[in-house]
C-alpha cells in the first residue's frame, strides 16, 4: 500500500520551462509536506515543505502548491535550469520529528 | 562541518557476512533515522531513535539491529547478509523540540551521504 502517489517518473524541460511535479496522499493524519532533492551519490536535501494550512509556499524558483481537500500537492520548478537536473522525492509525515512516508521519486533531466 | 556523516560510503562484502555502518549527527538533534534506498530509489523508513530510545521500527528482518550509544551517534549493525540487503543506506536526524521558523526549521530532516551496500 502507497501511501504517497508521484508522477511522473521522469520529466524532460527544456531549459528556462516550468518543471510540474504531482504527488497524492491518503492519510489525513498527514501534516507536513516536504520535497526533497537528490544528486547521484549524494543524500537526499530538503527542497521546501508545506503544512495543510497554506495552499501555496514559494522559495525562490520553487513553489508547493497544496489542495487539502483533493488530498493532492505539487512542486512547480520556475525558469528550470540544468542544474535542477536531479531526483525529486515527495513526502510526508504525521507530526513532528515522525519518519517520513516518500513517493517514489521523479528523475527530472533540464536540457538546454 | 559535516551535519551527518557516515561510513563506510561503500561496503563490498560476501553473503553470510556481519556488518556495521556508523553513522553521526552534530546538529544538536535528538532524533535519528535509518533509511533504506533499493535499486529503483524507492527510500523507506527503517528505525527512528529518540534520544537514544527506539521508537519506531518498521517490518525490517531482526538481523538489523540499530544501536545508539548517545544523542549523536546510531549505528546499523547486520547480521547474516542477505542478497537482497544490497542498497544504500542512509542515515538522517532531526529535532523533536518544537523550534522557530515555521515548517522547514521544526521539523527538517538532515540526511547523510549515504552507505553502498553490495552483497555479493
Known amino acids: 500500500q502507497q501511501q504517497v502517489k508521484q508522477s511522473p517518473q521522469s520529466l524532460i524541460v527544456q531549459k528556462g520551462g516550468i518543471s510540474i511535479i504531482n504527488c497524492a496522499y491518503e492519510n489525513t493524519a498527514f501534516d507536513y509536506f516536504p520535497w526533497y532533492q537528490q544528486f547521484p551519490g549524494k543524500g537526499p536535501a530538503l527542497l521546501i515543505a508545506?503544512?495543510?494550512?497554506?495552499s501555496e509556499k514559494k522559495e525562490g524558483r520553487f513553489t508547493i502548491s497544496f489542495n487539502k481537500s483533493a488530498k493532492q500537492f505539487s512542486l512547480h520548478i520556475m525558469d528550470s535550469q540544468p542544474g535542477d537536473s536531479a531526483t525529486y522525492f515527495c513526502a510526508a509525515s504525521m507530526k513532528r520529528n515522525t519518519p517520513l512516508v516518500f513517493g517514489k521519486g521523479t528523475r527530472l533531466s533540464v536540457i538546454a | 562541518d559535516t551535519a551527518v556523516s557516515q561510513t563506510p560510503k561503500y561496503l563490498v562484502t560476501q553473503m553470510g557476512n556481519d556488518k556495521s555502518i556508523k553513522c553521526e549527527q552534530n546538529l544538536g538533534h535528538d532524533t535519528m533515522y535509518w533509511y533504506k534506498q533499493d535499486s529503483k530509489k524507492f527510500l523507506k523508513i527503517m528505525f527512528s531513535y529518540n534520544n537514544k530510545e527506539l521508537i519506531i521500527n518498521e517490518t525490517v528482518p531482526n538481523r538489523f539491529s540499530p544501536k545508539s550509544p548517545d544523542k549523536a551517534h546510531l549505528n546499523l549493525h547486520i547480521n547474516s547478509l542477505e542478497l537482497g540487503d544490497s542498497a544504500v543506506y542512509f542515515c538522517?536526524?532531526?529535532?523533536?523540540?518544537?523550534?522557530?521558523?515555521?515548517?522547514?526549521?521544526?521539523?527538517?530532516?538532515?540526511f547523510g551521504p549515504g552507505t553502498r551496500l553490495t552483497v555479493l
Open positions: 538522517a536526524s532531526s529535532l523533536r523540540i518544537g523550534t522557530s521558523g515555521g515548517a522547514k526549521a521544526a521539523d527538517t530532516q538532515y
Open positions: 508545506i503544512r495543510p494550512d497554506v
